[in-house]
């Protein structure tokens, strides 16, 4: 058997036990006594579960990873990628309950009442016993697109599974369309379509995440790369600026950390020289067309700009697999070795936040000024974004992956390697391994913080000094 027959095999294999293990261990609309990872394994089934939930993940993700460099052809690809997807597509929610937020939300909005001023328990929701109870009572931290989109999807009075089964059509429209768009932007950029095509999307995390979990990220990125993919296919005139700025504008319009992209579509779609006449207007017409587009469907869904604040809400949760609050959990750890407790947890995040910022503005400033590749830095922001920021789930990985699989065609290993790990951070039920995993989490977390900054700062240290000096010396060099 050939390799990439053993790989297609083994894919199948995993995303079959996934899909089994939806139906008695998955995220369904009850959640159990006791859904912690103990609960889990003390109900009927519950080894089982999980031995065919990591066991399935591992057999997937082994596939991918074997095939990363190594794709026959695109159209094999896409093949691969659809067959791996078909059980998950039938199969109940995994490894979230997000999908029952959307649908309460949704209901929310189809009541009159606005998802930006109270929880949905303020309905109240008819399916508020499926959704976690740490978001019951909290904002819709979404954008008013796609509470726009959930309020259509649930105002036709239907069952719970069948908008379950409408919001997860509405993600499989993000991935095709990004499955759609990738190879003209891998192209652009040199990288093989149908490496760039593997890597985006036959990772575990969107077949678990995207399709079976149906999280409006799919949508997100497929509107970001749509927009990115209208930009550069011609540079510099005025319609596809205005019309990649719009699907930008609602790509912002789903998650409000689609912004960062924004300054580097602008770069993106510059023609020739990099002037800052140039610069201006392609940004006018850009943030323009995004800014118009963001308020045109918050006037149309009659919502208000309260989603901006809500935004706040989704920093709840607390785990170390957001490296700013691993640090701060840390910190926090070594004083009550005397008795001292502190929680530093705020501050670290807002130290992550503030390095972000600074980072975002470097980044562009280094792709306007050394004429970089304006995707990459969108990519390289996604993934600033993703690190320094207050939460991190396993499918945010996905937002930079798509950009990286596009711009980054040989050092590889290290964003899909992160996007293996992730796979793993979280059960079939939705129940997060960080939230039992502490301790080593957050020092492990720390050490490897730690880890980074000091090669970046290396790497750094080193281009300034090839910047300085660009012509290599030798001994004999009268010069040096």
Not at 123 to 133: K, M, N, T, V
Request: hydrophobic letters at 55%.
């Amino acid at each position: 058997m050939s390799q990439h027959r053993l790989a297609r095999c083994l894919g199948l294999a995993g995303s079959i036990m996934i899909a089994v293990t939806a139906f008695f261990g998955g995220a369904l609309p009850a959640m159990g006594d006791d859904p912690t990872p103990v609960g889990l394994w003390r109900s009927d089934g519950g080894p089982a579960a999980i031995g065919l939930w990591f066991a399935g993940l591992a057999a997937l993700g082994g596939a991918w990873w074997m095939l990363r460099r190594s794709v026959p052809s695109l159209r094999w690809a896409y093949v691969t990628i659809a067959l791996w997807s078909l059980p998950l597509l039938v199969a109940p929610p995994l490894a979230s309950r997000d999908v029952y937020a959307y649908a309460c939300q949704g209901a929310t909005w189809a009541a009159g009442f606005n998802p930006y001023e109270q929880g949905v328990a303020a309905l109240p929701c008819p399916w508020l016993e499926s959704i976690s109870p740490i978001w019951q009572d909290t904002p819709a931290p979404y954008g008013p697109f796609f509470v726009l989109i959930s309020g259509l999807l649930v105002s036709a009075g239907w069952s719970l599974a069948a908008n379950v089964v409408l919001f997860r059509l509405v993600a499989v429209a993000g991935v095709v369309l990004t499955a759609a768009c990738l190879p003209a932007l891998a192209r652009r950029c040199g990288v093989p379509p149908q490496q760039a095509v593997w890597v985006a999307l036959a990772s575990p995390l969107v077949g678990v995440h995207l399709i079976s979990g149906a999280h409006n990220d799919a949508l997100m990125i497929g509107l970001l790369v749509a927009g990115l993919t209208v930009i550069v296919s011609r540079p510099g005139r005025a319609g596809p600026l205005l019309a990649g700025g719009a699907l930008l504008g609602l790509a912002v319009a789903i998650k409000a950390t689609a912004v960062v992209v924004v300054p580097f579509a602008v770069l993106a779609g510059l023609a020739g020289s990099l002037r800052l006449a140039k610069l201006l207007r392609a940004g006018a017409q850009v943030v323009g067309a995004a800014v118009a587009t963001l308020v045109a469907v918050t006037v149309a869904g009659g919502l208000s700009f309260g989603w901006v604040t809500g935004l706040a809400s989704s920093s709840d949760a607390v785990g170390w697999t957001s490296p700013p609050t691993a640090v701060g959990q840390t910190l926090g750890y070594l004083p009550r070795a005397f008795g001292i407790r502190i929680d530093l947890i705020p501050y670290t995040r807002q130290v992550g936040l503030a390095v972000l910022a600074v980072l975002l503005v470097w980044l562009w400033w280094r792709v306007w000024r050394r004429g970089r590749d304006p995707l990459h830095g969108a990519a390289l922001a996604l993934a600033a974004t993703v690190a320094l920021s207050p939460v991190f789930h396993p499918w945010y990985a996905l937002w930079p992956l798509a950009l990286l699989a596009v711009t980054v065609r040989d050092r590889i290993g290290w964003f899909t390697g992160v996007a293996l790990g992730a796979s793993f951070l979280v059960f079939a039920n939705g129940v997060a391994l960080a939230r039992y995993t502490k301790i080593p989490g957050a020092p492990l977390m720390t050490l490897a913080v730690i880890a980074v900054t000091v090669h970046l700062v290396r790497g750094a240290r080193r281009d300034a000094a090839v910047a300085a000096d660009p012509v290599p010396r030798t001994v004999e060099d009268p010069v040096a």
